[in-house]
């Protein structure tokens, strides 16, 4: 299993940033999820959002109705639309992923056994 985050960089507050993960293995089948967590520095890992392959999304409140997640199963590619972003979300950005995982727990960091790099965001005042 791998995962591979992509397109991270520095955006002023308001702008729009998009990060994507492209994921390959056996796991990944019909019941994968796909989670985005980030962490900044000094501050433990938190997550951002989720997506199964059946259709369903999960955001943290924190980003809800700012970033938008999306799922294209058939080219193995999670991405995070990220809009209005505010210094609060800098952090390095992680892709995680698991099968078979509940929704209720998908922001728990612990579900998750694949993970990719980081890829930095950087969103400047």
């Known amino acids: 299993v791998q995962l591979q985050a992509s397109g991270g960089g520095v955006v002023q507050a308001g702008g729009s940033l998009t990060v994507s993960c492209a994921f390959s293995?056996?796991?990944?089948?019909?019941?994968?999820?796909v989670g985005w967590f980030r962490q900044a520095p000094g501050k433990e890992r938190e997550f951002v959002a989720s997506?199964?392959?059946?259709?369903?999304?999960r955001y943290a409140e924190s980003v809800k109705g700012r970033f938008t997640i999306s799922m294209n199963y058939d080219e193995k590619r999670v991405s995070l639309q990220m809009n209005s972003l505010k210094p609060e979300d800098t952090a390095d950005y992680y892709c995680?992923?698991?099968?078979?995982?509940?929704?209720?727990?998908?922001?728990?960091?612990?579900?998750?056994?694949?993970w990719g790099q980081g890829t930095q965001v950087t969103v400047s005042s």
């Open positions: 997506a199964w392959s059946g259709g369903i999304v």
């Open positions: 995680a992923a698991e099968s078979g995982l509940a929704y209720d727990v998908a922001d728990d960091p612990g579900q998750y056994r694949y």
């Open positions: 293995g056996r796991t990944f089948n019909a019941y994968a999820v």
